[in-house]
């Protein structure tokens, strides 16, 4: 029986598009560390470096920890004393990000009806950022991590998407099976990975993200408004 339900983060609970929300995050991130002496170019490149070895870690250590042996290879062992400058901009400059939030949006009756009823719930964003990012994100549509009974972020997480074991270990974290779980996102390759984990799946389609323009027939899928609707009409668990 479904109990838990996973949600993704960025074009899925919050409605933006990807392409608008990297030009405008690396212009503030660009902005906050320019006058330390890094330039755009290179500070961009060593970011998505580091990107790349969290998409491909394989579980030897830590998102975080992989991230930042990637990206001090590229600018320099000095860059490890920017870990605590990149925290600050995402609790102080990153929220000016929210601009690019298509429409103004509030998630909290919603994921609160849904723990009203029983459900666990996961904030199954991809582990790319911080604790902190993931925090002002949700701000974004009025939710916090207290919301969620699990959050994947570069700290506590091993994997991403799309590899099945990011979702593996998430089950392992929260004690069920796949069959128990439903997951909620707007990427047909990263976010319906899950189903290869046994997790049922529901694409989004308001933001999707489909540069592999792969058919949306292969899985369950329509407007976050319907999946408002097919997960309000859920059976109460208590």
Known sequence: MLNTILFDLDGTLV??????FIHD??????????PMGYKGEQLLDALWKGVAVMVENDGRVTNRQAFWERFTQEVGIQALALESIFEDFYAREFDTVRSVVREKTDRGPFIRMLREKGYGL???TNPIFPAVAVETRLGWVGLRGGDFDYITTYENSRRSKPNPGYYRDILDHIGRRGEECLMAGNNPVDDMAALKAGISGYLVTDCIENPGDLPLEDYTHGSFRELEAYLAGLPALR
């Open 25 to 34: 995050y690396f212009k503030a991130l660009t902005v906050r560390l320019t």
């Open 122 to 124: 996961v904030l199954a």
């Open 15 to 20: 409605p933006f598009l990807q392409d608008e």
